[in-house]
């Protein structure tokens, strides 16, 4: 059954959903989830992610090496009693086949595509370079926005510190394409225009000399030709790439795009949650809230009235002998024998550990609660008995993220 | 070399069998790789307590922005500088643009030229962007760190690089090799040939894998050192299997703990002693979860002991707060794991 959320209600009107957070916390569970349920909504969807787990994408029926796009099956769904509306696809990206992809899309001639396809440099930049697959993700991005196949598109990203690199990317590139110095210099020195000239004299008459002397002394001067080559060999493509860019930073901002961020209660991660958060106000991108994953909550029924960091033995030991005590008084526990105050006593124990980490988690929680917009959303997600790897256990967490059930059901 | 003071004669030692913690000592420079958010940075802290405390004057190097060590160690920011965090032991935060700048002076020698180059001009967004070039030096900064003889200044018995997650933690140890190949001649060429030989020569460089005892990154885990393996091999340390939760009763009462979840009147005799029958089923349905995750745990830890003799399973730490205490307490545990174990033949 689906009850209304207010999470669901914020996604409903969303083309763009980008999924943010540090590593280990859960965003490609959370970003599958928010995909899963628009499309049991009726939303043609399709979930976009970098570095996936691999059991979630097996889940997911994405094959690991492929880069492009698959319909998930709908069977291990259906089989749960779910019913799929609209439809999710999944695709998870390769960055050095989504580079080649890239560059035979935007090919102004097939002499320059084989160029670079061919090009040493840039063979070992596709496959190694760091914060590419962010950039690739942000091209398909745009293709998929342009392209305009699906009601919505969920973008699970790499881990915080690139994720930064993702929002920064657009803007560092222009300021590199829109230096007209820079390609001018670049743009073959070596190449059939150039003759015999070497690179210090091109630069020379460009009055850049000692700059390029500096540069041919740290990484050697046939370094700089192969890299003038790779350059050059990119020049039909630099107002593409500038273009895109462009589109890419007006996409980002639409209202019908909306950043989350995904953490855990833990404090390292919540103070790069925070960073990340001030990064995003910063830019002023469209902020919907947050989703905090793994939370250890207290067990007891939602209508209690017993506040448990009250409760004198689970901060204190001493407290917890005086109400092992009570153990021979017990009826009910009188059959077990001696046992019963060994049981007894590792049950407190067990529980006033995790009431501990539960109260210190939920003071960890007050460094973004103190800081947020009221109007962001603010959902904890509590830890899971078991590891959500299978299309059961995604609809199980579903139901939780998006307040099916109670969380103490 | 001099034996430090808190180890046995040396006559005695070579007696006894070497255990996995001397092999440890033995390796000045070690990194801790492993997925995004499984205690890579505590362990990392942890590790550096053990070798600190018998007598290996330690520096942990981190490579982010958002450092981790000065929380942990609850010291001021750390940046660039190296900070003494305990006894023995400091922390340094290699970040590019510093390493850069350092690297760099070297060649031209004067500030100002460094300023108008790689501070005014226009290639100044180029060079920032310059793929790998940022790892590269952050690299280079590391390496060079590995060079200061003993008795220098800046000298380190052992140098701990707590390394970025698993995919891009990989790609950064392989970009010396890939540079190699990729620009053949030229001083960078040389400088990324010295790098990639310091960071895998066996006896000196040592990995050490961080992981959970849970599915996914247990598949991951494979994979990882599945790659390890490949065509740049890393020397493969332990695999320090983090936060494995302990069963919520000892085993002995385990069954005993299944027949009072499942009979009311037991419940009820809980519920006489805790005061009150929602805390009584708070206090089994805990204990109830708890046992699922240790089983989960233990599962998994018993695949992780098949797949590395030297994996080591380190318990969930139930703390309010995450700091100094807590890593101490986390590095007594390992010290005592590693001690238990033999050294690898």
Redesign the interface.
């Known amino acids: 059954m689906i009850h209304e959320s207010r999470l669901a209600d914020h996604i409903r009107d969303k083309s763009v959903v980008i999924c943010c957070g540090s590593g280990g916390v859960g965003k490609t569970t959370v970003s599958a989830s928010i995909a899963l349920r628009a499309a049991i909504e009726g939303r043609k969807v399709l979930v976009l992610t970098i570095d996936p787990a691999r059991r979630l994408a097996n889940a997911l029926g994405i094959n690991v090496m492929e880069n492009s796009i698959k319909e998930v099956p709908r069977e291990k769904f259906e089989a749960a009693g779910i019913e799929f509306k609209g439809s999710l696809s999944a695709m998870m990206l390769d960055t050095k086949r989504e580079w080649d992809e890239v560059v035979k899309r935007y090919a102004p001639d097939t002499g320059s595509r084989d160029r670079i396809l061919g090009n040493r440099l840039y063979n070992y930049l596709s496959n190694h370079l760091v914060g590419s697959g962010e950039f690739m993700a942000m091209e398909r991005l745009y293709y998929l926005h342009e392209q305009g196949d699906y009601d919505l598109v969920v973008l699970d990203t790499p881990p915080t510190k690139h994720a930064l690199d993702f929002l920064e990317a657009p803007k560092k590139l222009f300021s590199f394409l829109e230096d007209g110095t820079f390609v001018n210099a670049f743009l073959k020195p070596y190449g059939e225009g150039g003759g015999g000239r070497s690179f210090g004299m091109r630069m020379l008459k460009m009055g850049s000399g000692a700059v390029f002397k500096v540069l041919e002394m740290i990484i050697g001067g046939d370094v700089l030709r192969d890299i003038s080559e790779f350059v050059g060999s990119f020049e039909g493509y630099y107002q593409g790439f500038k273009g895109r860019a462009h589109g890419v930073d007006a996409l980002l901002r639409k209202p019908t795009t909306s950043f989350l961020l995904v953490t855990s209660p833990a404090k390292l991660t919540l103070t790069e949650t925070r960073y990340f958060y001030d990064k995003l106000r910063e830019t002023q991108m469209p902020f919907g809230g947050f989703i905090v994953n793994r939370v250890h909550n207290n067990f007891l029924p939602q209508d209690s009235t017993v506040d448990p960091v009250k409760l004198a033995w689970v901060e204190s030991k001493d407290d917890r002998n005086a109400v092992l005590d009570r153990v021979t008084g017990a009826k009910g526990l009188a059959p077990f024998g001696a046992k019963a105050r060994d049981l007894m006593s590792d049950l407190l124990d067990n529980y006033a550990n995790l009431e501990i980490l539960s109260a210190g988690e939920q003071k960890n929680l007050e460094m973004i609660r103190r800081v947020r917009d009221p109007r962001e959303f603010f959902i904890q997600v509590p830890v899971f008995d078991q590891d959500i790897y299978d299309a059961e256990g995604l609809l199980r967490f579903n139901r939780v993220l998006f307040d099916d059930i109670r969380l103490t059901d | 070399m001099q034996a430090p003071e808190d180890e046995t004669p040396e006559l005695v030692e070579s007696m006894a069998k070497q255990t996995y913690l001397d092999w440890v000592l033995a390796h000045p420079f070690q990194v801790l790789i492993g997925?995004?958010?499984?205690g890579k940075?505590s362990l990392s802290a942890a590790l550096g307590l053990v070798l600190a405390r018998h007598g290996r004057k330690t520096v942990i190097i981190e490579t982010?922005?958002?450092e981790?060590m000065s929380?942990?160690f609850q010291v001021p920011p750390i940046g660039y500088r190296e900070v003494e965090v305990y006894p023995n032991l400091f922390a340094k935060n290699v970040d590019p643009d510093s390493s850069m700048e350092e690297?760099?002076l070297r060649?031209?020698r004067l500030q100002a030229?460094y300023d108008?180059?790689f501070k005014k001009?226009?290639?100044k967004?180029?060079i920032?962007?310059m793929?790998?070039f940022?790892?590269f030096v952050v690299l280079g900064k590391i390496w060079d760190m590995g060079q200061v003889t003993k008795g220098q200044r800046g000298h380190y018995d052992t140098i701990i690089v707590d390394s970025?997650?698993t995919?891009?933690g990989l790609?950064?140890w392989?970009?010396p090799r890939?540079t190699q190949?990729?620009?053949?001649?030229?001083?960078?060429?040389r400088h990324a040939g010295l790098m990639g030989d310091y960071f895998t020569e066996k006896g000196r460089a040592l990995y050490h894998v961080a992981t959970l005892a849970?599915?996914?990154p247990y598949?991951?885990t494979v994979?990882l050192l599945g790659r390890m393996k490949g065509e740049n091999p890393l020397p493969l340390g332990m695999l320090a299997v983090n936060a494995v939760h302990p069963p919520?009763?000892?085993p002995e009462?385990r069954k005993?703990?299944e027949?009072?979840k499942d009979?009311p009147?037991?419940?009820?005799?809980?519920?006489?002693?805790?005061?009150?029958a929602?805390?009584a089923?708070?206090?089994?349905?805990?204990?109830a979860?708890?046992q699922?995750?240790a089983d989960?745990n233990a599962h998994y830890l018993a695949d992780y002991e098949k797949l590395s003799k030297a994996s080591i399973g380190l318990p969930y730490i139930?703390?309010?707060?995450?700091d100094k205490t807590t890593i101490e307490f986390l590095s007594h545990e390992l010290e005592k794991k590693l001690k238990s174990m033999e050294a690898p033949a």
């Not at chain 2, 990729?182 to 960078?188: D, K, Y």
């Not at chain 2, 009147?265 to 009150?276: H, L």
């Not at chain 2, 089923?281 to 204990?287: D, G, H, I, K, N």
Request: aromatic share 8%; charged share 20%; proline share 4%.
């Open positions: 997925k995004g958010g499984v940075s982010d922005v958002k981790r929380q942990l690297y760099v060649f031209v030229i108008t180059i001009s226009f290639l967004h180029w920032k962007g793929p790998g940022r790892e970025p997650a995919g891009h790609s950064l392989a970009l890939q190949n990729a620009v053949r001649v030229g001083p960078l060429a849970e599915e996914m598949n991951e994979e919520p009763v000892r009462l005993l703990f027949e009072v009979s009147e037991s419940v009820q005799g809980v519920a006489e002693v805790v005061g009150g929602d805390l089923r708070s206090v089994l349905s805990c204990a979860s708890q699922i995750r989960l139930y703390s309010r707060t995450y």
